[in-house]
């Protein structure tokens, strides 16, 4: 069935590292694509969409792009920031107003 | 900005108990949610409502009720809460149902049923 696989944390990872987090998604059709970010005791909030095939979604130095190819939609960033310590959740949308959500992947930045 | 306030951030209950989880949103969507968050398994939709007195089923609806009389508001309702339903509940609220629409949470409440 439809479903989000994103890969298992916690990742952690020094300042100014390059931050790549694995998604990849179970679907019929080509739903747009999305990266939600929580941060500590806040509800989840968007960080870059796709809505379409090679489009890149980009926010806050953060980046991915849709591949429809390898059903992907992989989240990376250059330099990683102690301010970026949240838990990351790949989702996509498909028929109208199911999203669904892959299970999280906490990054935890250390000075 | 839109703004999506839960009721409590924290909320202790007996099993057994009906419990009422209230969710508000500022910005005349037309779109609400509810998740349920828990970890190692990501959000899993419990029910949306698309339209005032209007609902649908997610994924895990089995133990839950929802409410939608005004379109500002959702309420989760628990008939009877049992300790597999401690958890983190969160509420959204979404514009329309175009692609690239997103959704907009609450802060989320935290549940325990002793």
């Known amino acids: 069935g439809d479903s989000v696989t994103q890969m298992e944390g916690p990742v952690t990872l020094s300042e100014e590292a390059f931050l790549t987090i694995n998604c990849t998604y179970t679907a019929t059709g080509y739903p747009s694509l999305f990266w939600y970010v929580q941060y500590p005791g806040e509800g989840l909030q968007l960080l870059l969409k796709?809505?379409?095939?090679?489009d890149k979604g980009s926010n806050k130095g953060f980046e991915a792009t849709y591949r429809k190819e390898t059903t992907s939609f992989h989240l990376e960033k250059g330099s990683v920031q102690v301010s970026d310590s949240a838990v990351y959740f790949c989702?996509?949308?498909?028929?109208?107003?199911?999203?669904?959500f892959g299970s999280g992947t906490k990054l935890n930045v250390k000075p | 900005d839109v703004k999506v306030t839960q009721s409590s951030r924290y909320l202790v209950k007996r099993t057994g108990e009906k419990v009422f989880l209230e969710c508000v949103q500022d910005m005349d969507h037309e779109n609400m949610f509810w998740y349920r968050q828990d970890p190692g398994l990501g959000l899993r939709l419990i029910y949306f409502s698309y339209d005032v007195k209007m609902k649908e089923k997610g994924d895990i609806p089995e133990g839950y009720s929802v409410s939608r009389e005004k379109k500002e508001r959702f309420s989760l309702i628990l008939e009877s809460a049992s300790t597999n339903q401690t958890s983190m509940y969160l509420c959204?609220?979404?514009?329309?149902?175009?692609?690239?629409?997103?959704?907009?949470f609450g802060s989320g409440t935290q549940l325990s049923v002793l």
């Open positions: 959204a609220s979404r514009l329309g149902q175009a692609t690239n629409e997103k959704l907009f």
């Open positions: 796709a809505t379409k095939a090679d």
């Open positions: 989702a996509f949308l498909y028929n109208f107003n199911k999203f669904y």
